[in-house]
């Protein structure tokens, strides 16, 4: 499936000139999860028709299924997190996408993680 003329222009693209990704309603980049640096521009909607589609926000601000799940679920929202993809360390050399791996070094280039 396309995106509709005026889905395309209502993307909003990740702030790292080297990546490809658009901002997700959690204000993150989809492809690489750095947060987007400032205020999103745009109103964010969700149409439905591809996976990159831009999720709907809640009154909040939050995506809708979060902010209807928060109320329930006590562990959302809290600072600890068990989910690998928050607790990865990023390369750091920036213009490279890896990520480090449990041997200290980059899974792309190899550059090794200071610390």
Do not use: H
Request: with cysteine; glycine share 12%.
């Amino acid at each position: 499936m396309t995106l509709s003329d005026k889905e395309w222009d209502q993307r909003i693209l990740c702030s790292d000139g080297n990546c490809i990704g658009i901002i997700g309603a959690d204000g993150r980049c989809k492809t690489c999860g750095l947060a987007y640096d400032g205020e999103l521009p745009l109103p964010v909607t969700d149409s439905g028709k591809t996976d990159d589609a831009v999720d709907e926000l809640s009154d909040d601000g939050q995506p809708a299924e979060e902010a209807r799940q928060t109320d329930d679920d006590p562990a959302i929202g809290s600072e600890t997190s068990d989910d690998p993809w928050e607790n990865r360390r990023l390369c750091i050399d920036e213009s490279c996408i890896g990520v480090v791996g449990p041997d200290g070094r980059c899974n792309e280039c190899g550059k090794p993680y200071p610390g």
